[in-house]
Structures are given as structure tokens and as C-alpha cells.
């Protein structure tokens, strides 16, 4: 008997192999390259033989996308307005992290609605499905149970009646299909599942959620291919030492990206937090330096966050600089910035940079605020109080223009700021009672904070 001819698949792009090497040539990551058998022989594509479909011109009526809404507001503004009929959604996020617990409740949700939701777990038995119903008090809603992970036992039970208006598929590393030979949990077996679930979606119009997995890095496990199949691509978010969550949007074909929504982990489930802001900024002390409250942006929400600084002297030969949840590549421009165009020594002390709350920043608008917190903590003086900033920082030490300056700025009025650090360029109009500090440069932003901390000084000693 033949022996079965192996192959090695990336399970960071899913290329293939004929050999093991230490690196994929597809997409140069390391260690990605994993053994598998090889599948049957090839089926050879002939032109012939093939159905003629239908060409449809560009112009032409088009009909709305109908949404399906959970009642869930800080999980319909994540996913567009709520689930599209047809549509494939990807989750993922950290082991433990919740996001069995929001579907559920959004199952539960749909099906107390009136709609039809089937929720099938590859990981649990329906037994402890139910109890974590009967916890969250989900126990009444109606919806339909399977445990079970082969795909065609799947898609035979859903073909069977008519098509559901959701399916959660919890989780897709778990699923296996008879056409791949290879174990779950595979690039081979997760691609060709997807691929399955996403075809039923679509001929069907019931949306499907998958669930998956994420890597030791933060991404999701298994091909990108399979993110790059899905309509919408969810990440849920959230730090061991906080109870909060966030549901991010990386990608959404029927809506706006970078879209978030927040929640808070509680005995009876995940709650919505209405307002976030008010969470991010809730415990600040104003007397103590080293913290700037930054006006951003997450999709359409504006968000008011603490960034905290500690500049402490060191005693090693190599300064740390230690960061939570912000880009360390960028505070070294930052202080490179802060040295050379405002000179302002930072060789000789350890950096420490924390975004309260558990948030992660990807905004370039947060140099502002970073650079005024490390000021703040460098010089020891509190930053002035109900004060926002925002604004990009450049190698030359300008301050750069950021959109939606009036969203930013409006959203720091309601929480009771009055003063607010902006780029020196034209931007939308700001609200009334908001006092604007217009600065064209690092270096200015430098002499306004050390002319009102010496102000503020001054005022103390007296």
C-alpha cells in the first residue's frame, strides 16, 4: 500500500508546502508551517460542461439591507445597525473573556424577539449551555440547542427546516468535516468548515456567527483567509484586572469600521455601559502630575480617556520604558521630540506610560495628550484642570490636524471640560463655553503647560 503523501500548511496565510522549512515563503512568518495529510487528487477545472449565470448592469434598482436587531445598543452600533440576513460574522478574543456569554445573551435576545436562533456548541455539552443560560436568567428565551461538530450533521439539521434568522457556531476550531483528513482545530479542517457555513449563509440569508479562537499574539487562530471570507470580523476584548469589555470592529462589509461597544462583566452577565467616557475619566486625581485626559475617536464615538506618565530617575544603564496600552514605537518618537525640539532630557529616566481603564489606542491624535502627561510628570506639576488635548505630533514638532475636532470637543464640554489643547489649524466650530489653546508646535505646548503650572505654583505658595 502506498504511503499517504504529507503536506505542510501555514497557518498564518494557509499556503502549502511540499517540505517543512522554518519559514513560510508565502508570507514570511516563522514556525507557522504545520504537517498534514494530503488531499485526494485534484479535480481539474474545465470550461466546459459549466452553467451560464446571469450579468446584471452596474445601474439598476437595489434593494435596503433589512437588519436584524438584538435590543442589544452597544452590540448593534458594533455590528452596523444589527445582524444583515445572509451575512457570515467572525468573533474572537481571549480564552475566558466572554464572548460565549455575549452570544448568548444576543441569542437570547433575538429569540425573545419572536425570531428563530439556533445555537450549536462545539465545546460544550447542552447541560452546561444551560446552566449558563439559567445564570445569565436566559433560561425562558426559545432558543434551539445542538452539541455537535461535524459540518455535514450540522448543515443537514439546519437544511432540514426552514432557515433560522440566526446560528452561532461556537466555536469553529471545533468543527470537522469528511472532506480533510486532518485533525480539527487545522488550517485544512477551519477553512474548508468556514467555507461550508459561509456557502449556507448565503444561499439560505440566515446569519452565522462563528466563534474563534485567538493566538498567544491577539489574532485569530487559523488561516487569515477565513477572515478575509466573513462579512464582519469582531475582536471582544478585555484585561484580567479590569471587568470591563470591549466588542471592537476590524472589519464590516454593511457598516463603519473601528466601531466599539462597552461592557461591563458582571454576576448576571455582560452589561451595556452607556456612557464610557465617564468610565475612562471617573477616578482621576487632579492633583497628581503625570496624567492629560485625551479627547479621541473609536469609529463614530468620540471617547474621553486618562493617559497616565511616571518619568522616574534610573539607576540602570538602559532607561526603561514600559507601555500599556499604547504603541511603545511611538513614545520613543514622542520623547525623541520632546528632547530635540523642546529640550527636555529623558536619557537619564526610566518611562512609564499607561492608557487608564484597560484601553488599547491606536490614534495618532493621542500624541498631544501623551506628550503633556510626560511633561506633567517630568516637571512634577499637576496639568491644568478640566483641560482636554488632542492632536498628532510630527518629527518636526508640529502639531498636526485631527478629524472630527467639533465631536471631540462637544463630548468634553458634556463632561463638564472647559478648556481644551488643540492643533493650530482651521477645524469645525467649537461649542460655546469650550476655551480653545490653539499650538503650532510641540515647543508651545511646552510653554503654555510650564506658564500655567508656574501660575498654578505661584497660587499655591501664596
Known amino acids: 500500500m502506498a504511503k499517504a503523501r504529507a503536506q505542510y500548511v501555514c497557518a498564518a496565510c494557509g499556503a502549502v508546502a511540499a517540505k517543512w522549512q522554518g519559514r513560510c515563503e508565502a508570507c514570511g512568518e516563522w514556525n507557522t508551517l504545520a504537517e498534514e495529510a494530503a488531499a485526494s487528487a485534484p479535480v481539474s477545472l474545465r470550461t466546459s460542461g459549466g452553467s451560464l449565470i446571469a450579468l446584471e448592469p452596474l445601474a439598476g434598482q437595489s434593494n435596503a439591507l433589512h437588519r436584524i436587531e438584538t435590543g442589544i445598543a452597544e452590540f448593534d452600533r458594533v455590528t452596523g445597525g444589527g445582524f444583515v440576513p445572509g451575512s457570515a460574522l467572525l468573533v474572537g478574543g481571549d480564552p475566558g473573556i466572554g464572548k460565549s456569554t455575549l452570544l448568548i445573551q444576543a441569542a437570547a435576545a433575538l429569540a425573545r424577539a419572536g425570531h428563530d436562533v439556533v445555537y450549536i456548541s462545539g465545546e460544550e455539552a447542552?447541560?452546561?449551555?444551560?446552566?449558563?443560560?439559567?445564570?445569565?436568567?436566559?433560561?425562558?428565551?426559545?432558543?434551539?440547542?445542538?452539541?455537535?461538530?461535524?459540518?455535514?450533521?450540522?448543515?443537514?439539521?439546519?437544511t432540514s427546516a426552514p432557515p433560522p434568522a440566526l446560528v452561532v457556531i461556537d466555536s469553529i476550531q471545533t468543527l470537522w468535516t469528511d472532506l480533510a483528513e486532518s485533525a480539527p482545530g487545522t488550517v485544512t479542517q477551519v477553512r474548508l468548515s468556514a467555507q461550508a457555513l459561509i456557502r449556507y449563509a448565503k444561499k439560505s440569508g440566515a446569519s452565522v456567527v462563528l466563534v474563534g479562537h485567538v493566538t498567544k499574539d491577539g489574532q485569530i487562530a487559523g488561516p487569515r483567509v477565513v477572515e478575509h471570507m466573513v462579512d464582519t470580523v469582531l475582536y471582544f476584548e478585555g484585561d484580567a484586572g479590569h471587568q470591563f469589555r470591549l466588542l471592537r470592529s476590524v472589519k464590516n462589509r454593511f457598516g463603519p469600521a473601528a466601531e466599539i461597544g462597552v461592557f461591563e462583566m458582571t454576576g448576571a452577565g455582560l452589561k451595556e455601559v452607556a456612557n464610557p467616557s465617564t468610565l475612562f475619566i471617573g477616578e482621576?486625581?487632579?492633583?497628581?502630575?503625570?496624567?492629560?485626559?485625551?479627547?479621541?475617536?473609536?469609529?463614530?464615538?468620540?471617547?474621553?480617556?486618562?493617559?497616565?506618565?511616571?518619568?522616574?530617575?534610573?539607576?540602570?544603564?538602559?532607561?526603561?520604558?514600559?507601555?500599556?496600552?499604547w504603541d511603545p514605537n511611538r513614545l520613543a518618537m514622542i520623547l525623541a521630540v520632546l528632547e530635540a525640539r523642546c529640550g527636555l532630557r529623558f536619557g537619564s529616566f526610566d518611562v512609564y506610560l499607561?492608557?487608564?481603564?484597560?484601553?488599547?489606542?491606536?490614534?495618532?491624535?493621542?500624541?498631544?495628550?501623551?506628550?503633556?502627561?510626560?511633561?506633567?510628570?517630568?516637571?512634577?506639576?499637576?496639568?491644568?484642570?478640566?483641560?482636554?488635548?488632542?492632536?498628532?505630533?510630527?518629527?518636526?514638532?508640529?502639531?498636526?490636524?485631527?478629524?472630527?475636532?467639533?465631536?471631540?470637543?462637544?463630548e468634553a464640554e458634556k463632561l463638564g471640560f472647559s478648556h481644551a489643547f488643540v492643533p493650530d489649524a482651521a477645524f469645525e466650530d467649537a461649542p460655546a463655553g469650550m476655551r480653545l489653546e490653539k499650538v503650532a508646535t510641540l515647543g508651545d505646548l511646552v510653554a503654555e503647560l510650564a506658564a500655567q503650572m508656574s501660575g498654578q505654583m505661584s497660587g499655591s505658595g501664596r
Do not use: C, W
Open 284 to 325: 482621576r486625581d487632579h492633583s497628581s502630575p503625570g496624567a492629560a485626559v485625551f479627547a479621541g475617536m473609536e469609529g463614530s464615538r468620540p471617547l474621553l480617556v486618562e493617559i497616565q506618565a511616571l518619568v522616574a530617575e534610573s539607576g540602570l544603564a538602559t532607561p526603561r520604558r514600559a507601555v500599556v496600552g
Open 354 to 410: 499607561n492608557v487608564a481603564g484597560g484601553l488599547r489606542l491606536a490614534e495618532p491624535a493621542a500624541d498631544l495628550a501623551v506628550a503633556a502627561a510626560l511633561v506633567s510628570s517630568r516637571t512634577g506639576v499637576a496639568t491644568p484642570v478640566e483641560t482636554v488635548y488632542f492632536g498628532e505630533v510630527s518629527l518636526s514638532g508640529a502639531i498636526r490636524p485631527v478629524a472630527q475636532s467639533a465631536t471631540r470637543l462637544k
Open 126 to 158: 447542552i447541560d452546561q449551555v444551560r446552566l449558563r443560560a439559567d445564570r445569565l436568567d436566559l433560561k425562558d428565551a426559545p432558543v434551539q440547542l445542538a452539541a455537535e461538530t461535524k459540518v455535514e450533521d450540522v448543515l443537514a439539521t439546519l
